[in-house]
């Protein structure tokens, strides 16, 4: 696959290189074979995209490694596809040619396209934590361990504490989330992704407590918004009268923040008591704001 790819690049940079050699009687011929070329160029991209679509839609599942192959010839870069054919290797309880297909994506797809490559890794892992030997546990450490040399170790948590997550599997999930914050205090993300496993949890003390040493690590102009997406993980999927306290806490700060107001009001809308809406909404047209914002409001 990787070879066809390759002379197809080779052919068309040696066309290109021979037709900057042409003498001026030959332009119109260069002109109309660059024009032709891009437009089968672009009538290739688009089957392409097509083939892929009718793959998503479910109405053209290859049935062969052989189709696979030849889809991937056409489509090396594309994360979809080598995770498709992987899943058709475990359908057929064909582990370690799944794992083969993976570690050809891995050097098929170039590091400059990271979130393409990060789909795999994270089918990689998911394969290794169901199947993997001796133990799933040192095969998904041993894969992690290699990962975070080759990708973005921030990103690899991440996907790591989403799978661990999504599993139910609460033990190495919170190690690892225990990991990320020591490895990563800097980064609001990671920090967010530990407060919200115990807001799911239901554990407010936890996530409070959490929150605080955030607060601490955190540099101050991320301040704001780690108090708004808490406040926000609480409406939505928490503790609500929490959530409430955060947000008057943050307007009692930042009183003429629209956007704060907007947030929170449609929060309290989704909540759906009419009577606490129309007490905010009254609350933030009685503020003296430019016409703009009070238009807004």
Not at 204 to 211: D, I, N, P, Q, W
């Amino acid at each position: 696959g990787k070879d066809l790819g390759f002379e197809w690049d080779a052919k068309e940079a040696s066309d290109d290189a021979a037709l900057g050699k042409s003498t001026d009687q030959d332009s119109d011929k260069v002109a109309l074979s660059k024009r032709e070329k891009k437009r089968l160029r672009e009538a290739r991209e688009l089957e392409i995209l097509h083939r892929e679509q009718a793959l998503r839609d479910g109405d053209q599942v290859p049935e062969s490694a052989q189709e696979f192959e030849k889809l991937l010839i056409a489509s090396p870069r594309s994360s979809f596809l080598w995770v498709r054919y992987m899943a058709f290797h475990v359908s057929c309880g064909a582990y370690e040619e799944a794992k083969e297909v993976a570690e050809r994506a891995i050097v098929a797809i170039p590091a400059s396209e990271e979130s393409e490559r990060m789909n795999v890794w994270a089918a990689y892992l998911n394969l290794e934590n169901k199947y993997g030997t001796p133990s799933p546990e040192e095969a998904v450490q041993k894969l992690f361990k290699r990962a975070v040399q080759i990708a973005s170790a921030k990103h690899m948590y991440m996907t790591l504490i989403s799978m661990y997550e999504r599993n139910g599997q609460d033990e190495p999930l919170e190690e690892n989330l225990k990991k990320a914050v020591k490895k990563f205090s800097y980064s609001l993300k990671v920090w967010m992704a530990y407060i919200r496993t115990n807001v799911l949890k239901g554990d407010s003390e936890a996530a409070r407590k959490l929150l605080d040493r955030a607060t601490q690590a955190l540099p101050k102009h991320k301040h704001i918004k780690l108090l708004m997406r808490t406040a926000l993980l609480e409406m939505k999927e928490g503790n609500p009268e929490r959530g409430r306290t955060m947000f008057e806490g943050i307007l009692r700060n930042y009183p003429r923040r629209t956007d704060i107001w907007s947030v929170y009001i449609d929060q309290e809308i989704k909540q759906g008591d009419t009577q606490r809406i129309r007490a905010l909404f009254e609350r933030a047209t009685h503020l003296d704001l430019n016409a703009k914002s009070m238009k807004f409001l």
